[in-house]
């Protein structure tokens, strides 16, 4: 098969992709849910040429591994397409993929607001897990990995907030410093899941929690996994007793910290130390 042949069965990710920013932007949609088919869409595409050892026309360096790093852009998508849907809730800018200074290192933020160096006051990690077997690669779970991802997520949510003040950070009740410390952070995850792996919206929501419970201000999650036909991804919804929310409920809440951050004048704040306004 050519690319060009999948492409008419899948369609083309770089076009999907395009496709589904602009309908983002055109049509100002703020839900992820209004907008859930066109990214499994895009998911199925994506993995059907992986899983064919093809590469789209014009992405890509073409041959063998040459859509890899397409393939590993993904979670980029991911963040972009939620910045735009923070952007139409509140009329701000959120920065994607932004370098902001925690109290140790440098961090890179899938989204922040205000986009800054310094002093956010909203941060969001955004991933995208599972994947298909490919070639002699098995099949990668939602949680693989998890382990290292969930420390990866503590840290930074305590560097960032310990940045603010520096040496002038008390934390006495842990609860109550990381709840009233900025930037509030947050965790939005997207996975294919994978029968295989006894993947489950349910254990994704479970861990989620764990992290949402000791140190993130909110998680949210999206999941999807093969239709019954086989020609397609179809969502999974989020149990109604888990105490995790799907993406449209944290992508209104990070909304409303941002609106009531940046007050009636739009603006927000200046940094700690800074005189200046910032927009």
């Known amino acids: 098969m050519t690319p060009r042949e999948l492409e008419g069965r899948v369609g083309h990710p770089e076009v999907l992709r395009d496709e589904l920013v602009a309908r983002v932007?055109?049509?100002?949609?703020?839900?992820?849910?209004?907008?859930?088919?066109d990214w499994v869409r895009l998911m199925w595409s994506l993995d059907a040429f992986r899983v064919a050892g093809l590469t789209?026309?014009?992405?890509?360096?073409?041959?063998?591994?040459?859509?890899?790093?397409?393939?590993?852009?993904?979670?980029?998508?991911?963040?972009?397409?939620?910045?735009?849907?923070?952007?139409?809730?509140t009329g701000q800018f959120v920065g994607a993929r932004t370098s902001i200074q925690?109290?140790?290192?440098?961090h890179q933020i899938d989204l922040a607001w205000p986009s800054r160096k310094v002093d956010p006051l909203v941060c969001a990690e955004?991933?995208?897990?599972?994947?298909?077997?490919?070639?002699?690669?098995?099949a990668r779970g939602a949680m693989s990995d998890w382990s290292n991802r969930r420390k990866e997520l503590k840290f930074a949510a305590t560097?960032?907030?310990?940045?603010?003040?520096?040496?002038?950070?008390?934390?006495?009740?842990?609860?109550?410093?990381?709840?009233?410390?900025p930037p509030k952070c947050f965790f939005l995850w997207a996975a294919r899941l994978d029968e295989s792996k006894r993947d489950s919206v349910e254990k994704m929501a479970d861990g989620a929690q764990t992290v949402?419970?000791?140190?993130?201000?909110?998680?949210?999650?999206?999941?999807?996994?093969?239709?019954?036909?086989?020609?397609?991804?179809?969502?999974?919804?989020?149990?109604?007793?888990?105490?995790?929310?799907?993406?449209?409920d944290v992508l209104y809440r990070i909304s409303s910290?941002?609106?009531?951050?940046?007050?009636?004048?739009?603006?927000?704040?200046a940094p700690v130390g800074s005189t200046a306004g910032m927009t």
């Open 25 to 37: 932007e055109d049509e100002a949609i703020r839900r992820f849910s209004e907008v859930q088919d």
């Open 56 to 89: 789209p026309t014009g992405m890509g360096k073409g041959g063998s591994g040459g859509f890899e790093g397409v393939y590993r852009s993904k979670g980029n998508w991911f963040a972009l397409l939620l910045a735009l849907l923070i952007k139409n809730q």
């Open 102 to 106: 925690g109290f140790s290192q440098l």
């Open 126 to 138: 955004s991933k995208v897990t599972g994947a298909p077997a490919f070639g002699k690669t098995p």
């Open 159 to 181: 560097d960032l907030k310990l940045a603010r003040r520096q040496q002038e950070t008390a934390i006495q009740h842990w609860d109550v410093w990381r709840q009233d410390a």
């Open 212 to 248: 949402v419970n000791t140190y993130l201000d909110g998680a949210g999650v999206f999941a999807w996994k093969e239709s019954n036909s086989g020609k397609g991804y179809e969502p999974v919804a989020v149990p109604a007793r888990s105490r995790i929310s799907d993406l449209d």
């Open 257 to 269: 910290e941002i609106n009531k951050a940046a007050g009636e004048d739009g603006r927000a704040p």
